[in-house]
C-alpha cells in the first residue's frame, strides 16, 4: 500500500526559532500532499494544500508567513513554522493521494511539535 | 457543500461489547466513505473504506455499509477488545482525494 512518512515525530524547540517538518510518499508521487493541524481531543483542521511544483493553497485563517509550505518534489513536503511560538505547539499530520485510490487518503505518522 | 456529521463522544465499553459509531454524510455526486482509526500519539490508519452504495467495509472485526437511502456509514462492531480504544473519525472524499471531509471524531475507551 501507498506509504507515507513524516519526520521528525517529535520536536522541541525554543520560542523564536523555525522548524521544518517533512513529509514524503515512498513508494508513491504525490503531486498533491495535505497539511493538518489537530489541537488535543479534536478533530483535524486543514492548514493548506501542498502542489508540486507551485505555491500552496492556504486555508481561511492560516498564516501564510508563518507556516511557509514547500512541495519540491513529487515524493516531499515541507512545512516550516517561521518564528514559533507557544501557541505554535500542536500536532501536523500530513497526507497525500493516490491516483484510482478513490479519493482515500494515506496519512504520516504525524509530528508533536512542543514550543517552550 | 459536503459534510459529515459524526456521533459525539467519548464512548466507554466493557470488553466485549458491541459496538456502533454513528455516521451521517452530505453530498453531491458519488463520494467514497472512510473510516479511520488514531491511536494516541499517532497518525490516521485507515480502518475501512466503500467507494459505493451497498459496499461494505470490513477490517480487525469492524463493518460499516454504505447505506445511500439514509446517507450514513455507522461503524459497527460485535465484541470490542481493550486494544480497541482509540479515536475514530469518519470521513468523505469526492473520490478524487482533491476534496476530504472529516467527522469531529469519536474517543472509544474499552475497559476490561
Known amino acids: 500500500g501507498a506509504v507515507v512518512s513524516q519526520h521528525p515525530s517529535w520536536v522541541i524547540c525554543k520560542s523564536g526559532t523555525s522548524v521544518k517538518i517533512e513529509c514524503r510518499s515512498l513508494d508513491f508521487q504525490a503531486t498533491t500532499m495535505f497539511w493538518y493541524r489537530q489541537f488535543p481531543k479534536q478533530s483535524l483542521m486543514l492548514m493548506a494544500t501542498?502542489?508540486?511544483?507551485?505555491?500552496?493553497?492556504?486555508e481561511q485563517g492560516v498564516e501564510k508567513d508563518k507556516f511557509l509550505i514547500n512541495h519540491a518534489s513529487l515524493t516531499l513536503s515541507t512545512l516550516t513554522v517561521t518564528s514559533a511560538h507557544p501557541e505554535d505547539s500542536s500536532f501536523y499530520i500530513c497526507?497525500?493521494?493516490?491516483?484510482?485510490?478513490?479519493?482515500?487518503?494515506?496519512f504520516g505518522e504525524g509530528s508533536r511539535l512542543t514550543v517552550l | 457543500g459536503d459534510s459529515v456529521t459524526q456521533m459525539e463522544g467519548p464512548v466507554t465499553l466493557s470488553e466485549e461489547a458491541f459496538l456502533t459509531i454513528n455516521c451521517t454524510y452530505t453530498?453531491?455526486?458519488?463520494?467514497?466513505l472512510f473510516w479511520y482509526v488514531q491511536y494516541p500519539g499517532e497518525g490516521l490508519q485507515l480502518l475501512l473504506k466503500a467507494t459505493k452504495a451497498d459496499d461494505k467495509g470490513s477490517n480487525k472485526g469492524f463493518e460499516a455499509t454504505y447505506r445511500k437511502e439514509t446517507t450514513s456509514f455507522h461503524l459497527e462492531k460485535g465484541s470490542v477488545q481493550v486494544s480497541d480504544s482509540a479515536v475514530y473519525f469518519c470521513?468523505?472524499?469526492?473520490?478524487?482525494?482533491?476534496?476530504?471531509?472529516f467527522g469531529t471524531g469519536t474517543s472509544l475507551t474499552v475497559i476490561p
Open positions: 453530498a453531491t455526486g458519488y463520494p467514497s
Open positions: 470521513a468523505l472524499s469526492d473520490r478524487t482525494g482533491n476534496q476530504f471531509y
Open positions: 501542498s502542489n508540486e511544483g507551485s505555491k500552496a493553497t492556504y
Open positions: 497526507s497525500a493521494g493516490l491516483a484510482g485510490a478513490f479519493g482515500e487518503l494515506f
